[in-house]
């Protein structure tokens, strides 16, 4: 990694300078440690097949929707940026989002870029529509250097883990060439990603649920059993979790003779809206039980209205920047789980959220009495630095510091990692370094926890 001109190399840390001194120092003691990543979205195909990245509008836009969602609001059309099939230059994308640059400014896709084309891409001067053409020309030439493929920039970056999110019936070909590999040094992690098997709504529910069953009789013992035989898979080629996705994390003890009826209606195209949302509930419970009987971490992600624009969803698909954050509610939903499995020693339950009001109000004090429960970094639109600062306020005097995931980059968005961890640290580095200055918390203490939060902590959380 380098530095660069328009990088403050304090960045993110107190404006105090006494405060600042120790937050750099806490800072400093982790700038370099391997980063683990266990929840993330890169393709296992990218590292597999070492895929060399296309250009700069590719890497930095078409893919990265935090990206192109801002200035689709901006007033940039989607086929403007080559989205749902669109033809675009790539010069000419990259000019848009120079264009647009200002309007990044203080988002957390703006601090990501920024780090990117300076500490990777050693770019000296800020984006803009006057750098435009010198940058895209400089990206593009790097992306040339088989140092800037997915498997050196592994090693660059630092990462011991890396975990992707797979559809349970993956082959998981490409994980299984990539352990067979020993030029692959970091570990990497396939993810158990069951939503469109447990909601009947999901338009993929029958054909993938039809393809689980393979001829099994369609009853809610076979289907569990399936479901069972699939996650086995998955350990067998390394995953150390499960990741499900709710609108809201309802869970009920299942009622066998429902659900088999449910499963069969689902399958007839004849389940109701309130039919469909016992099932999640029912699969939900199901997956942490099956959890305190493989081990796998259970991750559920939750208060999110995907897709909200149904034109944009038919225009340029999936991941376009159109899901809405919603309210949510943990701690009535999640009870019946919790009664049965909460104190089980073999669940791990790791909690996210995009509602910041249920930081202090159910997520630290679920997670400072269930044993199961971890607190789940702040995800999506608040892993950001100023929401970072919000959550451990909002977290810690009720939970403490180790009842946490550790840093998600949940990101497809490959050469962003280092940033968003790199972020992270220096965040967690200035709330520390108040507690400090504020005689709360020992410099020592201090030191142990900034330590902690980048390994210890989320080794443990996900069982690494």
């Given amino acids: 990694m380098t530095t660069t001109a328009f990088l403050h190399p304090d960045r993110l840390l107190p404006a105090d300078p006494a405060t600042r001194s120790v937050a750099r120092g806490l800072y400093e003691r982790v700038a370099t440690a391997p980063i683990l990543s266990p929840h993330g979205h890169v393709p296992p195909e990218w590292i597999a097949d070492d895929v060399p990245f296309a250009d700069p509008a590719q890497l930095f836009i078409a893919g990265d929707h935090y990206v192109h969602r801002l200035l689709h609001a901006s007033g940039v059309r989607h086929e403007q940026l080559g989205l749902g099939g669109a033809t675009a230059d790539p010069r000419a994308v990259w000019g848009l989002l120079a264009e647009h640059w200002h309007r990044f400014a203080g988002t957390a896709s703006g601090y990501w870029i920024n780090d990117v084309l300076g500490r990777v891409f050693g770019l000296d001067r800020e984006l803009s529509a006057a750098t435009a053409d010198d940058a895209y020309d400089r990206i593009a030439a790097a992306l040339l250097d088989p140092s800037f493929r997915p498997r050196a920039l592994l090693d660059r970056f630092g990462i011991e883990v890396l975990a992707t999110t797979d ?198 004090p679920l997670a400072g009495f269930y044993p199961s429960v971890y607190i789940g970094a702040p995800w999506w639109f608040l892993d950001a630095p100023d929401s970072i600062q919000r959550f451990r306020a909002a977290t810690t005097e009720t939970a403490g510091f180790y009842r946490g995931s550790g840093f998600i980059d949940d990101t497809r968005a490959f050469l962003s990692i280092p940033a968003r961890h790199d972020m992270a640290r220096r965040s967690d580095a200035a709330y520390l370094a108040r507690l400090v200055a504020e005689g709360r918390v020992s410099l020592a203490t201090a030191e142990r926890i900034a330590d902690d939060l980048v390994d210890a902590v989320p080794r443990t959380a996900f069982k690494l």
Avoid: C
Avoid at 227 to 247: M, T, W
Avoid at 291 to 317: C, F, K, M, Q, W
Avoid at 327 to 352: I, K, M, Q, S
């Fill in 167 to 364: 559809d349970p019936l993956d082959p998981l070909d490409a994980h299984r060439r990539i352990a067979e590999d020993p030029a692959v040094r970091t570990r990497v992690l396939p993810t158990f990603r069951p939503d469109a098997y447990l909601d009947p709504e999901n338009p993929a529910f029958v054909d993938k649920v039809q393809r689980l069953l393979d001829g099994l009789p369609v009853t809610w013992a076979a289907y569990l059993e399936a479901l069972a035989a699939q996650r086995a898979r998955f350990i067998a080629h390394g995953a150390v979790s499960v990741d499900i996705g709710v609108i809201a994390p309802t869970t009920l003890r299942s009622d066998p003779a429902d659900a088999q009826a449910i499963l069969q209606r689902a399958l007839a195209g004849e389940a109701t809206a309130q039919e469909a949302a016992r099932f999640r509930a029912y699969g939900l419970y199901e997956s942490a039980r099956q959890s305190t009987e493989d081990g796998l971490v259970l991750t559920v992600h939750s208060g999110v209205r995907r897709n909200h624009h149904a034109p944009t969803l038919r225009a340029i698909g999936p991941d376009g920047g159109h899901d809405i954050p919603l309210a949510a509610e943990y701690t009535e939903n999640l009870r019946p789980l919790l009664e049965d499995f909460g104190l089980h020693p073999a669940l791990h339950l790791v909690l996210f959220a995009m509602d910041e009001t249920l930081f202090s109000r159910e997520l630290a």
